[in-house]
C-alpha cells in the first residue's frame, strides 16, 4: 500500500511540469494496445528508497474560466480526503493571489501534510524576497522551487518523504481484495450494500488509522472477502459526485491494493471516457478484473439484448478481452452472487503457473498452424518461452530477432495460451528476449 502524494493548484503554476520532472524518465510500459487510454495521471516513483504515487490529474477538469474557481477548490478538498501529503503549487512570479488563499483556507482545515511549493524561482538569490508572501498562507512546510530547471526540488522532496515516514499505514486485512470501481451512479454503494447483507457474517469494519479508507469484509462458502474502501464508496458528497477527479484518484487507490477488481457500468447507459479511463488504470495495473454490467433490472430487452450488450463492450473495451462479463442488479440480487464465483476463479487463475513443458508444447503447436512471418527478409525464429511470474502472469519468449516479432504475433500466441490454459479474467504480460 503506496502512499499518495496529489499536486494541487490553480493552472499555469506548474503543476504537470513538476509532475514530468518528479517521474523523470520513469516511461510506462509499452502498451500498444488499441483503446487504452493513457494519460498521464499518475506513476510510481521514489525517493531516497521511500516509494510513494504521484497524482497530478488536474488535466482532467476544464479549464473554462467559469467553472475553474470551483473546480480547484474541489480539487483541493478532495485530495484533502483521499491523498496523504499534498503538494500544493503555486506561482513565485505572480505571487499569491486571491484563489491561492481561497485553496489555501481549504488546505488548512484538515490536518493534512501540506508543502507550499513556490515553484518558478529560477533564480534563488535574486528572487528570494518573492517567496516571502507566501508564508502569509500559513503553511510550515515552504519550498521555493523551480519545477522548469529542477532546482531545490530535492529539498522538497525530502521534505515529502519526511511527512510520508510519519505517516502510519493500516494493516491490510487477510481474505481476497476486491475493488468496486467505476463512475458515480454505476451502482457501486448498492452493490457493496448488496455483497455485504447478503451474508450473514459480516466481520467487521477495518478502518484505517490515519486514513479515511474503511474497508468491510464478508465471509462467503469460508473464504474471506475484503470490499475496499466502503467508506469511500459510501461517502456521498456533492463535491465527488460530479468530480471525474475524484474517481479516478480512488480509482487509482483501491485498484493498487486490489487483488480483484469488479468494473461496474450502468447498463442502461453507453460506456463513457471516464468509465474508460478507469477502465485503462485496472488494465495498466495487471489486475485481473470482472466487467459488471449492472442495473440489469431496468434495461430493456429485446431479442440477444445481452448478446448485443457483449459485443458492444468488446469493441469498446478491446484491452479487456480476457474480462468476463456479467449481468447483474444490485438492486434486486439478481446474479450478484455469481460475481463471487468469477472471483473465486480469475484469483485462482492470476495465481496459475503454466510448466515450461507445457507451454512449449502449445507454442510449438501454434507455429504449426501459423508460423512467425519473415520480416526484412530475415526468418524469424522463436525457440521456447517460459512463465516467469504469476500475479501477474508473465511470460519470456526467447527468439532470435527479438526486435522484428511483430505485437500482432505475440497477440496470437497469447490467444493460444488462452484457449490451452484459460487465465480468464487475467492481463498477460510478454517479454521477448534474444537467443539464437
Ligand atoms: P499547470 O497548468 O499548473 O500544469 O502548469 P504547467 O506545468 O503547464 O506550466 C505552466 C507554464 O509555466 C509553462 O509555460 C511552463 O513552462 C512554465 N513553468 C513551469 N515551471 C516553471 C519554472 O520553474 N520556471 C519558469 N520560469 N516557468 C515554469
Ligand atoms: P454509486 O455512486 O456507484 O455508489 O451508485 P449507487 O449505488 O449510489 O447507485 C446510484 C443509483 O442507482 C441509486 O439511485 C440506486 O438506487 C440506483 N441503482 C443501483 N443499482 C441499481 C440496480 O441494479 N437497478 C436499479 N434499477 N437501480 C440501481
Redesign the pocket.
Known amino acids: 500500500m503506496k502512499p499518495i502524494v496529489a499536486i494541487v493548484g490553480r493552472p499555469n503554476v506548474g503543476k504537470s511540469t513538476l509532475f514530468n520532472k518528479l517521474v523523470g524518465d520513469r516511461v510506462a510500459i509499452v502498451d500498444n494496445q488499441p483503446g487504452v487510454t493513457r494519460d498521464r495521471l499518475y506513476r510510481e516513483t521514489e525517493w531516497c528508497g521511500t516509494e510513494f504515487v504521484l497524482v497530478d490529474t488536474g488535466g482532467l477538469e476544464p479549464r473554462n474560466n467559469d467553472f475553474m474557481m470551483a473546480n480547484i477548490k474541489k480539487q483541493a478538498e478532495v485530495a484533502m480526503n483521499e491523498a496523504d501529503v499534498i503538494l500544493f503549487v503555486v506561482d513565485g512570479k505572480a505571487g499569491v493571489t486571491a484563489l491561492d488563499e481561497e485553496v489555501a483556507y481549504l488546505l488548512r482545515k484538515k490536518n493534512k501534510h501540506v508543502i507550499l511549493c513556490v515553484n518558478k524561482i529560477d533564480n534563488f538569490q535574486a528572487q528570494l524576497e518573492d517567496t516571502y508572501d507566501f508564508w502569509g498562507l500559513g503553511f510550515e512546510d515552504l519550498a521555493p522551487v523551480s519545477a522548469e530547471h529542477k532546482v531545490n526540488l530535492g529539498d522538497m522532496l525530502d521534505t515529502v518523504v519526511e511527512h510520508i515516514n510519519k505517516l502510519e499505514m493500516p494493516e491490510e486485512e487477510e481474505g481476497i481484495k476486491i475493488a468496486l470501481i467505476?463512475r458515480?451512479?454505476?451502482?457501486?454503494?448498492?452493490l457493496t450494500n448488496r455483497l455485504l447483507g447478503e451474508e450473514r457474517s459480516i466481520v467487521s469494519d477495518i478502518a484505517g488509522t490515519t486514513r479515511d479508507s474503511i474497508d468491510s469484509s464478508f465471509v462467503h462458502n469460508d473464504e474471506k472477502y475484503v470490499l475496499i474502501d466502503t467508506a469511500g464508496?459510501r461517502r456521498k458528497s456533492k463535491i465527488e459526485e460530479d468530480l471525474e477527479y475524484y474517481s479516478v484518484l480512488r480509482a487509482i487507490k483501491s485498484i493498487k491494493r486490489a487483488d480483484v477488481c469488479f468494473l461496474?457500468l450502468d447498463g442502461k447507459d453507453g460506456l463513457t471516457e471516464q468509465d474508460k479511463r478507469i477502465a485503462g488504470i485496472a488494465h495498466e495495473e495487471q489486475k485481473p478484473l470482472v466487467i459488471v454490467v449492472?442495473?440489469w433490472?431496468?434495461v430493456e430487452k429485446e431479442t440477444k439484448t445481452m448478446h448485443k450488450m457483449r459485443e458492444y463492450l468488446r469493441v469498446e473495451l478491446p484491452f479487456l478481452s480476457y474480462a468476463p462479463i456479467e449481468f447483474v442488479?444490485?438492486?434486486t440480487g439478481q446474479r450478484t452472487l455469481k460475481l463471487i464465483d468469477h472471483v473465486d476463479l480469475i484469483h485462482a487463475e492470476y495465481h496459475k503457473r503454466v510448466s515450461t513443458g507445457l507451454l512449449n508444447t502449445v507454442l510449438k503447436e501454434a507455429m504449426v498452424l501459423n508460423a512467425p512471418p519473415t520480416r526484412k527478409g530475415r526468418v524469424i525464429k522463436v525457440n521456447y518461452c517460459s512463465q516467469v511470474s504469476s500475479a501477474p502472469p508473465k511470460f519470456v519468449i526467447f527468439c532470435n530477432h527479438p526486435e522484428l516479432l511483430h505485437f500482432s504475433y505475440i497477440r496470437y500466441i497469447e490467444n493460444k495460451f488462452r484457449e490451452a490454459f484459460g487465465f480468464e479474467g487475467c492481463p498477460l504480460t510478454f517479454v521477448v528476449n534474444k537467443k539464437g
Request: proline content about 6%.
Open positions: 467505476g458515480p451512479n454505476a451502482g457501486k454503494s448498492s464508496i461496474l449492472n442495473k433490472d431496468i442488479s444490485a438492486l
